[in-house]
């Protein structure tokens, strides 16, 4: 018994080591690790990126479940294809490319009628009128967002929900900041145009 004991002891202290040695390197040793054929490191990236990806691809589909499939999707994309990333662009930018393009042809299959809204939890403590006001708006101002054109739609999200710089947006996307930022007002503009008749 005393021996089994020992030995998931010194398999803990093991696991312990290892993690502890991959979170000390940057992204770009964990990378060259994961080329040379090593697995651990990539569970270290996946651990690092897997909130903020989760948190873009929901932003992009407005549905928790979908969001985590997604994000899994991507991660799964981003081990087949680690050896394309050249590391020109830093991890996260390529990551988020994988992510947005997940997205988008997600969105392309997706039928029209489908719920794309996740219901917002209510506590006691909070007033019903509000409570309905607030779903109202944010249900408003998601529907918009999901009727503004491809390009408009990620560079808006990235841009405004993700509250990335222009520089990375453009990045992401591979389009020049100067079609970004065209982008990114003529979403607004769109965005305030259907905003009126609705609010």
Not at 59 to 69: G, H, I, L, P, S
Request: with cysteine; hydrophobic share 35%.
């Amino acid at each position: 018994m005393k021996s089994a004991q020992k030995q998931r002891h010194s398999q803990v202290n093991e696991l312990a080591h290892t993690l502890s040695k991959y979170r000390e390197l940057d992204d770009a040793a964990l990378i060259k690790l994961v080329k040379a054929g090593e697995v651990e490191p990539f569970d270290e990236l996946v651990r690092r990126h897997q909130i903020k990806i989760h948190d873009l691809c929901y932003k992009m589909v407005r549905n928790y479940d979908d969001a985590r499939d997604l994000a899994q999707e991507t991660f799964i994309k981003a081990y087949r294809k680690i050896k394309q990333f050249d590391g020109r662009s830093k991890f996260s930018t390529w990551l988020y490319r994988v992510a947005v393009n997940n997205c988008l042809n997600f969105i392309k299959k997706r039928k029209p009628t489908e719920e794309i809204f996740e219901e917002i939890q209510s506590s006691g403590k909070d007033d019903p009128a509000q409570i309905y006001r607030n779903k109202r708006l944010k249900e408003v101002i998601l529907q918009a967002v999901t009727k503004l054109p491809k390009v408009q739609k990620s560079v808006f999200t990235l841009r405004t929900l993700q509250d990335l710089s222009y520089q990375e947006v453009s990045d992401i996307l591979k389009k020049p900041i100067s079609t970004i930022k065209v982008n990114h007002h003529l979403a607004v503009k769109n965005l305030r145009n259907y905003l009126k008749g609705k609010l």
